[in-house]
């Protein structure tokens, strides 16, 4: 029993500044792993009770993983907003952004004002990561303490140059090239005031990919074809999208790269990847989803409500919204589609307020559901838009939706002639 409790109990007295008994630790620890307390969590609660600090587990950005708590984490700041968000019916400002080391970059929150600015190198001891749409994010909570390094993270070597399906989340140091095809600025409330920012949709001869520039680069128009250096990647709702900042070195290239328009894939494919831009999927749908027909939203946030109550911002005035929620599948794959009032409405033939009409006479919900079953259940649909994984599964949610021609006889009719049969034989 002593050798199997000595290594956890030399781990709590490093953790402590003053000196406690081994035999008092030891007693402390058993009584705490009699009422089941995991064994992490009691060594945890005794360096509590000590008086003392757990030291934080080294990691680079790249090995953190969902769930990592007290570690220790070393970057540079790349971009950090300032945003008001609503925590149990309370208003709280948190700076949210982006780190970076050597290996990876990561998105983080800090739930308190570190006072950290663009270019800062910290080192954040007792920090832990959250799930933020199925990506870790580094938190730096209360008892986290946030050091500013005199150093800089410098990463040297040349990028080798990627195509922008080869991009992966969290990828730093990106050299790439594509041409500019939609281009808008917006406004963000940074720690320092509203800033300026680019985003947009670029495109190589392939893939389409958004990108989001922290700097007004005079070469990002539309129309123009860049070369990137020095960008890094983040996804964002599962798609990967490519960051610029002032550490970017963007180019003007005298070429033009087409981009063609995105041929159909199969769904077997873009499940395994962990998102995917503006591609098109053609399917049978097999089920339609609890969710679709008339649903209510929030009008500020604009989530799905249940009995006018919104999780953030409690009783609501809800909005009244359509959708359909639908599981397509091509014999290699399945996902759930998505398509909005418009795309609804054009595949269905009915409006909101056709589905509200269906809905009273019913005196039921459901009965809007049913009519969609009843249109789309066992049809061929392709659809256009984008993928991603999140906590609800795997889904598309379409631009564009359309009714693929019923292919079956044509396709039966071509094995029996292959077959040899001529449509005489009895």
């Known amino acids: 029993?002593?050798?199997?409790?000595?290594?956890?109990?030399?781990?709590?007295k490093r953790a402590l500044d003053n000196e406690i008994d081994d035999e008092r630790i030891r007693t402390d620890l058993v009584k705490l792993l009699e009422y089941r307390v995991p064994l992490a969590e009691a060594k945890r609660s005794l360096i509590r009770k000590y008086g003392g600090v757990e030291k934080s587990s080294v990691k680079k950005l790249?090995?953190?993983?969902?769930?990592?708590?007290?570690?220790?984490?070393?970057?540079?700041?790349?971009?950090?907003?300032?945003?008001?968000?609503?925590v149990k019916n309370n208003e709280k400002t948190v700076f949210s952004g982006i780190i970076r080391d050597e290996t990876s970059a990561r998105s983080f929150t800090a739930w308190e004002d570190f006072g950290l600015n663009i270019g800062d190198t910290i080192r954040v001891t007792q920090?832990?990561?959250?799930?933020?749409?199925?990506?870790?994010?580094?938190?730096?909570?209360?008892?986290?303490?946030?050091?500013?390094?005199?150093?800089?993270?410098?990463?040297?070597?040349?990028?080798?140059?990627?195509?922008?399906?080869?991009?992966?989340?969290?990828?730093?140091?990106?050299?790439?090239?594509?041409?500019?095809?939609?281009l808008e600025s917006r406004e963000i409330s940074t720690k320092d005031g509203s800033k300026e920012i680019l985003t947009g949709?670029?495109?190589?001869?392939?893939?389409?990919?958004?990108?989001?520039?922290?700097?007004?680069?005079?070469?990002?128009?539309?129309g123009n074809t860049i070369e990137v250096?020095?960008?890094?990647?983040?996804?964002?709702?599962?798609?990967?999208?490519?960051?610029?900042?002032?550490?970017?070195?963007?180019?003007?290239?005298?070429?033009?790269?087409?981009?063609?328009?995105?041929?159909?894939?199969?769904?077997?494919?873009?499940?395994?990847?962990?998102?995917?831009?503006?591609?098109?999927?053609?399917?049978?749908?097999?089920?339609?989803?609890?969710?679709?027909?008339?649903?209510?939203?929030?009008?500020?946030?604009?989530?799905?409500?249940?009995?006018?109550?919104?999780?953030?911002?409690?009783?609501?005035?809800?909005?009244?919204?359509?959708?359909?929620?639908?599981?397509?599948?091509?014999?290699t794959g399945a996902l759930t589609l998505v398509l909005d009032a418009g795309l609804t409405q054009e595949i269905c033939g009915f409006t909101i307020e056709d589905a509200t009409l269906i809905a009273r006479t019913a005196m039921s919900q459901g009965a809007v559901e049913e009519e969609i079953k009843k249109k789309l259940l066992g049809k061929m649909l392709g659809a256009r838009g984008n993928m991603s994984k999140g906590e609800f599964g795997i889904t598309l949610v379409a631009s564009k939706v359309w009714e693929s021609p019923d292919i079956t006889n044509k396709k039966s009719k071509e094995l029996l002639e292959r077959a040899g049969y001529n449509g005489k034989d009895r």
Not at 130 to 143: A, D, I, L, S, Y
């Open 201 to 222: 949709i670029g495109a190589d001869e392939a893939t389409k990919i958004p990108f989001t520039s922290w700097i007004l680069f005079p070469e990002l128009a539309i």
């Open 62 to 86: 790249l090995d953190i993983q969902i769930g990592d708590r007290n570690i220790e984490v070393t970057g540079l700041v790349l971009d950090i907003i300032k945003k008001t968000i609503t």
């Open 229 to 331: 250096k020095n960008a890094y990647v983040r996804s964002f709702r599962g798609v990967p999208t490519l960051h610029m900042n002032e550490k970017s070195l963007v180019k003007k290239l005298d070429r033009i790269i087409q981009y063609k328009e995105p041929p159909k894939v199969m769904i077997g494919d873009i499940v395994e990847k962990e998102g995917a831009f503006d591609v098109v999927i053609e399917g049978n749908i097999l089920s339609i989803r609890p969710g679709s027909g008339l649903i209510a939203r929030c009008p500020q946030c604009n989530r799905v409500i249940q009995k006018s109550v919104c999780r953030v911002h409690g009783k609501m005035n809800e909005k009244i919204d359509m959708r359909i929620k639908a599981i397509i599948d091509d014999g």
């Open 1 to 12: 029993m002593e050798i199997e409790f000595a290594p956890h109990i030399e781990e709590i």
């Open 127 to 182: 920090a832990y990561v959250r799930n933020w749409q199925e990506r870790p994010e580094v938190n730096f909570g209360g008892r986290s303490k946030v050091e500013k390094l005199p150093t800089q993270i410098v990463i040297k070597e040349e990028a080798q140059q990627k195509k922008l399906s080869e991009l992966r989340d969290g990828e730093i140091n990106i050299h790439s090239a594509f041409t500019v095809l939609k």
